[in-house]
């Protein structure tokens, strides 16, 4: 019996509403059963700094920062702490959650869509593998995290190597259809991330500037020979047939359904409503 075909779509570096909202478009057409399950690869232009959907922007963001450095801005319509998507590959996978080898819970769900991940990364050479907070003081830290930046924040499952995190993604379940979409770190501008952020004062940024290098890291750090976009894209599209059992087929959008995630951006992920009334 054959491996089940699922959409690949590589729709390369596109302005941040475009982004989140073909992210939901592609959930909404599945929903609808338009489309198969698919997995989609993209990155940036410009650079972007994106929030998750219950981040508070004027407490935890510091938009002159954002706007200093010409970075695109926009909420995504999954929760999580903010991300600086600049040098990375972004994943999305869009599956039904009544799918036979999806598990109910977000965190098992997130487990298996993440072997891809591992997968991947290990196509690069590097051992990553899941950690999985093992004390009730870890537990608890889920719930209170100490700072908006992504990368500082521990989750179930998380991917590390060598200790650190390697990979952010967050979840969405809407209209019975699983969105999971996330950052693979090939290098990472730590004073330009920690400058996004606001802080009760320049002491504090530092300290949590200095914790952070002990809890995340890019691949390019902790590989000798520098990975590219386009090698990333390559070893994890192999990793995600592998993790999850499946063959990708290439696809494009059609002119209706680009129409439709343009018409998206203008109206939600560029709408002010959307991007700061939290």
Known sequence: MGKEIWLFIDSGHC??????????????????????PAIRFYGWDPATLSIGYFQRVEKEIDLDAVKKYGLGFVR????G???????????????????PDMPKTVT?????????????FRELGLEAYFAVPRTEKEREALKHPHTSVCFDTPS???LVVEGRKVAGSAQTRQKGVILQ??????DLDEDKLFSLFKYSNDIVRERMK???????????????????????KKAFKKGFEEGLGIRLEPYSLTKEQLTYTQELAKTRYEAVEWNFKR
């Open 15 to 36: 302005p941040p509403a475009f982004n989140m909202a073909l992210d939901e478009a592609l959930l909404d057409w599945h929903s609808e059963g338009k489309i198969p």
């Open 181 to 186: 979409h996330g950052s693979i770190l090939l």
């Open 156 to 158: 179930w499952y998380e």
């Open 76 to 79: 995504r319509p999954t929760g």
């Open 81 to 99: 702490r903010a991300v600086l998507h600049e040098h990375e590959l972004t994943y999305s996978v869009i599956v039904s959650e009544a799918h």
């Open 210 to 232: 200095r914790a952070f290098k002990n809890k995340a890291v890019a691949i390019n750090e902790i590989r000798s020979d520098p990975v590219t976009y386009d090698e990333a």
């Open 108 to 120: 098992e769900a997130y487990r298996v869509i993440s072997e891809g991940l591992v997968r991947g």
